[in-house]
């Protein structure tokens, strides 16, 4: 059997949905996954200094939200306001699974075996600072609409798991 970090690009480490209702969409998902805890981080801006869609400096802003299901990472994506790969697929799909992420130790290395083997790069981007690199590469011939490549720092790993401490209990508040 072949080894997946030789002959693909990693364990798929996310599940992301684009969605225009948070709430709803962390109900349904909990429900189907037993997640609970999401942790919400509004108004992420991607600016143009940041981020590219299609080649052209990118600038919109999305609503995230996050929660695991045992070690997967689940999340949810509500576009805001400017063009970006989120919002074209909600607006010709509406709410659905967008992408699946595969976590990579070197970005750059990913991408030059991805372009070898005949994938584009639709978007791609810092975020949190630099602590997170990533390209979403167009999988539409196999079917799917995106596979996310992401190079992530330590301190970001140290968010996400505040983030998988909080899933799959409860957060405390009114109900």
């Not at 989120?86 to 990913?110: K, N, Q, R, S, T």
């Not at 602590?131 to 996400?160: I, K």
């Amino acid at each position: 059997m072949a080894d997946a970090q030789t002959t693909g690009f990693g364990p798929v480490t996310q599940l992301a949905w684009v969605t225009a209702d948070l709430d709803a969409t962390e109900r349904a998902l909990g429900t189907a996954f037993g997640a609970v805890g999401w942790t919400r981080m509004p108004g992420i801006h991607f600016g143009p200094d940041t981020c590219t869609l299609r080649g052209e400096p990118a600038d919109f802003t999305a609503d995230i939200s996050l929660s695991y299901a045992g070690d997967l990472q689940l999340e949810l994506i509500r576009p805001v306001r400017g063009a970006s790969i989120y919002a074209e697929f909600l607006a010709e799909h509406g709410p659905g699974l967008h992408h699946v992420c595969c976590e990579v130790p070197d970005l750059d290395a990913a991408l030059a075996r991805a372009g070898h083997d005949g994938f584009t790069v639709v978007q791609a981007g810092t975020m949190a600072g630099g602590l997170m690199r990533f390209a979403y590469l167009d999988t539409s011939a196999a079917g799917a609409s995106y596979v996310e490549l992401a190079q992530v720092a330590p301190d970001l790993r140290s968010l996400f798991a505040d983030v998988k401490a909080r899933s799959g209990r409860p957060v405390p508040g009114p109900h």
